[in-house]
């Protein structure tokens, strides 16, 4: 594939994906959300309703890819690990809602070919800016990755905020605690204009200073 994508293909998600989508949002993920964990979105005037998107967060728990996708209110395609994708069934349900395999401990560049892939056939992607989970949800080490991959596919990034994720699951319990949770959507970020390292690190501070603004506004 190209370094950069010159010719966007679709301009968002396939049907089959979207049904897919909207069936285990309004079954599952939002009456989790608004019902259980008492869930506040604000900001959601700020998402690109189609069109190639890379969406960039913080991350603090197992469940912020479905409530980020839930109030960006489109799909949301993250990096899965690679072991789920040699489960019958639950390879072709991942893979019909975005996911793409990543190798553990390592910086997959077939990844970042996914990505790619699938900003050109109009997704919004989803990278969590530091890459792992955070105990506290902020980011003490962002990585370039978003970064790079905006500037190689020309698209914009949107921060995104989640506070209160981390107090979901106490260590040792396998029941989610009904915790407050407030998501906080900013203004999309224009890609690098290179990929430059410094373009990479003005453009990926920017983001984690947006989404650390979005954080302190707390609930």
């Known amino acids: 594939m190209d370094s950069e994508l010159s010719n966007l293909g679709r301009s968002r ?5 979207l049904v897919l989508y909207h ?3 309004w079954s599952v993920v939002s009456p989790v959300l608004h019902a259980y964990l008492r869930g506040r ?14 969406v960039v967060s913080n991350h603090a728990s197992d469940f912020d890819p479905p409530i980020l996708s839930c109030c960006v209110r489109r799909p949301v395609a993250y990096m899965a690990k690679e072991e789920l994708f040699r489960v019958p069934v639950l390879k072709q349900a991942i893979k019909l809602y975005g996911a793409y395999p990543v190798k553990r401990g ?17 997704w919004a992607v989803g990278v969590f800016l530091q890459g792992t989970r955070t105990p506290d949800a902020r980011i003490s080490d ?6 790079l991959i905006a500037a190689k596919a020309k698209v914009p990034l ?19 605690r009904p915790v407050p ?8 970020i224009n890609p690098p204009n290179s990929t430059d390292r410094d373009e ?12 650390h603004a979005l954080h302190d506004l707390g609930r």
């Open 13 to 17: 998600e396939p049907v089959s994906s």
């Open 23 to 25: 069936l285990f949002k």
């Open 41 to 54: 979105i604000y900001g959601c005037e700020h998402v690109p309703p189609i069109g190639p998107l890379l």
């Open 106 to 122: 390592s910086a997959d560049r077939s990844a970042i070919r996914s990505a790619l892939s699938l900003l050109e056939e109009g």
């Open 142 to 147: 962002p990585k370039l990755g978003a970064a």
């Open 158 to 176: 949107l921060p995104v905020s989640l506070w209160g994720t981390e107090a979901i699951f106490k260590k040792g319990s396998l029941v989610p």
């Open 181 to 188: 949770v407030t998501v906080r959507i900013g203004q999309v």
């Open 200 to 211: 990479l690190q003005a453009v990926t501070q920017k983001c984690a200073t947006a989404i």
